[in-house]
């Protein structure tokens, strides 16, 4: 597994994942129905550092990071995974979080937050062993395809 920042070249193997996971509608807050041109926008945003996961040559997973706030909170970090969900239980989102985690901390971040994690997403579990706390919940803020109104958490981690 080889993680490395992506190149304009990777964006047509990271949409497939990014269009399945969110036209899912099951882990962001983002519309189903999201064009590839504005997902792309979005998620290389000049603002981000974006990465994958090579597995064998093949991309199977990215994120980015980018700053939460602007100004004098410009210190704190967002990021976003999308991991190819045939990989679930691999370790590969594990591996991709801990290399981000550690890269945002290089980059002299002191601290990540996430603004909106769907309470039923199974990546709580990952973020909460790597540190992360839910600083609070929004109830019934997303509606969940298969659990109906569900809350998103907001979690942070100093790094």
């Known amino acids: 597994m080889l993680i490395r920042e992506a190149t304009a070249g ?4 990271i949409w497939p994942i990014w269009h399945r996971i969110v036209a899912a509608g099951e882990t962001y807050a983002w519309d189903p129905d999201t064009s590839e041109e504005d997902a792309r926008a979005l998620w290389t945003n000049p ?7 090579e597995d064998e040559g093949t991309v199977v997973a990215s994120a980015y990071v980018t700053p939460n706030y602007g100004g ?21 989102g594990r591996a991709l979080a801990e290399h981000v985690l ?7 971040y002191r601290g990540m937050v996430f603004n909106a994690v769907v309470e039923t997403n199974p990546a ?23 659990h109906g109104r569900v809350g998103l958490h907001i979690m942070y981690r100093a790094l």
């Open 10 to 13: 990777d964006w047509p193997h």
């Open 72 to 92: 004098p909170a410009a210190g704190i970090a967002n990021a976003g995974f999308m991991v190819d969900p045939d990989r679930a239980g691999r370790g590969t």
């Open 47 to 53: 603002a981000k550092r974006v990465y994958v996961v």
């Open 102 to 108: 550690a890269v945002a901390a290089d980059q002299g």
């Open 124 to 146: 709580v579990r990952l973020w909460t062993s790597l540190g992360f706390t839910v600083l609070g919940t929004v109830p019934d803020a997303f509606d969940h395809p298969r």
